[in-house]
Nanobody, 124 residues
Framework: QVKLVESGGGLVQAGGSLRLSCGAS????????MGWFRQVPGKDSEFVAS????????DYADSVKGRFTISRDNAENTVYLQMNSLKPEDTAVYHC?????????????????WGQGTQVTVSS
């Protein structure tokens, strides 16, 4: 497993933007598939985005396509989530996730490393 620490959450008005960052410990960051999930109290975690080790293959949930962008910097051991045109329904705790060989990027059980999460609140 790898230790993950998220930052960048906060309160923003609808239509605004935020950039989340996730720093990973260790020297093997580039061997990990990375992703973001989000969770609202009382609901299951929801897949947001994923990115392969080299950054060449990216997937998004339909609900964020065209608004969110995932990227990674392997030299800095960091993955990012740029969130634009935010909506109130994007309000959630956002978790960074990592795994060396996830079976299904959209399933939370595929990732064995999770960060503690960062709160994103979008006001209407």
């Amino acid at each position: 497993q790898v230790k993950l620490v998220e930052s960048g959450g906060g309160l923003v008005q609808a239509g605004g933007s935020l950039r989340l960052s996730c720093g990973a410990s260790g020297r093997s960051f580039m061997t990990y598939f990375m992703g973001w999930f989000r969770q609202v109290p009382g609901k299951d975690s929801e897949f947001v985005a994923s990115i392969t080790r080299d950054g060449r293959s990216i997937d998004y949930a339909d609900s964020v396509k065209g608004r969110f962008t995932i990227s990674r910097d392997n030299a800095e051991n960091t993955v990012y989530l740029q969130m634009n045109s935010l909506k109130p329904e994007d309000t959630a705790v956002y978790h960074c996730v990592a795994d060396r060989a996830p079976i299904n990027y959209a399933l939370r059980g595929s990732f064995d490393s999770w960060g503690q999460g960062t709160q994103v609140t979008v006001s209407s």
